[in-house]
């Protein structure tokens, strides 16, 4: 892969705390369908940034002072019709940045029939190709290639738990044989299920059209996805969540411990659902027990 666009962004990094804006492909985005960038972005009246029509994703790319060699790379949420980039995304990058981690806040494509041959697999080829970038430059940041994680929030979180129990599979081309396996996965208030019972149907309509088949269903049902291998799962959600049922949480967990896949859970007994880095009813700051973790694990 050539290296021009990162490495030219890591110039301009140099060794101090940076933020960076690159395209996630450097040549044609596969299984795209040309036409005109509609892309839009808006901050409502609740400080959230929400980006629209995303046709051209990008890696955005955090760098600390200090770096204690892990990356963490951050899939926003938005019911795969918006990506939420502030609250899931920069804010978060930030405050990883300030305790040492590189960051990477990926602008993954949406599912729209309009712009992709297959939308189901759209989010999934961007998440493949974000880490299969972090990794194959992971050295040249001063980084560890066998210490990327990835965090999702939300839709976001059936994004990374995709990836992390669909790794095994490339959408993308990959030439050099790169892992697409993460090294970790920390899932926040996740969407996890497209089953009917506890499932997320919006995000599910979405990704899969108003009537996917059952095998599409049970494909995406990540919880029915679990493998001995799965990457170790940090979990954090709120028990009062009426968007997403925090059954996603606690089934996911019990999937990975059946395989003996080490994962923690912490749950809030409110907060409901989106609330990003500070749950205002609680003192807990997830995060921080996020990032110790983090440092214990790897």
Request: hydrophobic fraction near 40%.
């Amino acid at each position: 892969m050539r290296l021009t666009f990162l490495l030219m962004a890591l110039i301009t990094c140099g060794t101090s705390s940076a933020q960076t804006v690159i395209p996630l492909y450097e040549g044609p985005i596969p299984n795209s369908i040309p036409g005109p960038d509609q892309e839009t972005s808006e901050k409502g009246a609740d400080s959230i940034l929400r980006i629209s029509h995303v046709r051209t994703p990008t890696l955005q790319i955090f760098l600390p002072r200090k770096p204690n060699g892990t990356s963490v790379i951050i899939f926003p949420g938005g019911g795969y019709s918006i990506v939420a980039g502030s609250h899931e995304g920069t804010d978060v990058a930030r405050r990883l940045t300030a305790l040492g981690f590189a960051a990477f806040v990926v602008k993954y494509r949406l599912p729209d029939d309009k712009i992709m041959v297959d939308k189901s697999i759209g989010p999934l080829q961007d998440a493949e190709r974000a880490i299969q970038v972090v990794r194959e430059n992971a050295e040249r940041m001063g980084l560890k290639k066998n210490r990327i994680g990835i965090m999702g929030f939300s839709a976001g979180g059936h994004l990374a738990s995709t990836l992390g129990t669909h790794y095994d599979h490339a959408y993308i081309p990959n030439p050099s044989g790169t892992s697409l396996r993460p090294d970790f996965m920390v899932l926040v208030y996740p969407v996890i299920s497209f089953s009917d019972s506890i499932g997320h149907l919006g995000s599910r309509d979405n990704l899969l059209g108003k009537n996917p088949t059952d095998s599409a269903i049970r494909a995406f049902s990540n919880e029915l996805q679990v493998t001995d291998d799965t990457p170790p799962t940090y979990l954090v959600a709120a028990k009062d969540d009426d968007v997403v049922k925090v059954a996603n949480t606690l089934d996911f967990a019990e999937a990975l411990r059946q395989h003996h896949v080490p994962v923690e859970v912490y749950l809030y007994e409110h907060g409901g659902h989106g609330f990003g880095l500070h749950n205002r009813t609680s003192d807990v700051d997830w995060l921080s027990l996020v990032a110790e973790w983090m440092r214990h694990r790897h």
